[in-house]
């Protein structure tokens, strides 16, 4: 699926240092590389950013899933840590589960290379 830039990045978008790897119908792939902007105190990447990664994602999916026309808001999301990111890049899988009228409930993996680095799950408000 291609689709204007204007749609799909923000400037937080730009300022995290995304990149949108993949979108389809329900599904799309963002790319995060570790920056140093991006580390905690630990020197790993924050679980902001990767939460964010996440987040993004996810709205991506909901917006190609309903139509970049409309518009959809994060209602809440929940995301498990699995593993430091120390170096390198994660990419995070979202897929819209359930696309109803109102409501989208959507799912997440941040993935670095096989290993995953967190699982999140989360319902969006079509508005």
Do not use: W
């Not at 996440?54 to 498990?80: P, Q, W, Y």
């Not at 699995?82 to 589960?97: D, N």
């Amino acid at each position: 699926m291609q689709v204007d830039d204007e749609l799909t990045q923000s400037a937080y978008f730009r300022n995290l240092g995304c990149e949108v790897r993949r979108l389809d119908a329900g599904v799309a792939e963002v790319a995060l590389p570790l920056a140093a902007h991006l580390r905690n105190r630990g020197q790993v990447m924050h679980g902001g950013a990767i939460f964010s990664l996440v987040d993004i994602a996810m709205g991506l999916a909901c917006s190609t899933a309903h139509g970049f026309d409309n518009r959809s808001v994060t209602l809440e999301c929940k995301i498990n840590y699995l593993r430091a990111v120390s170096e390198g890049e994660v990419i995070c899988k979202a897929q819209v589960l359930h696309a109803g009228r109102r409501t989208m409930v959507v799912e997440a993996e941040v993935l670095q290379g096989e290993k995953l680095m967190a699982k999140a799950q989360g319902t969006f408000v079509v508005l």
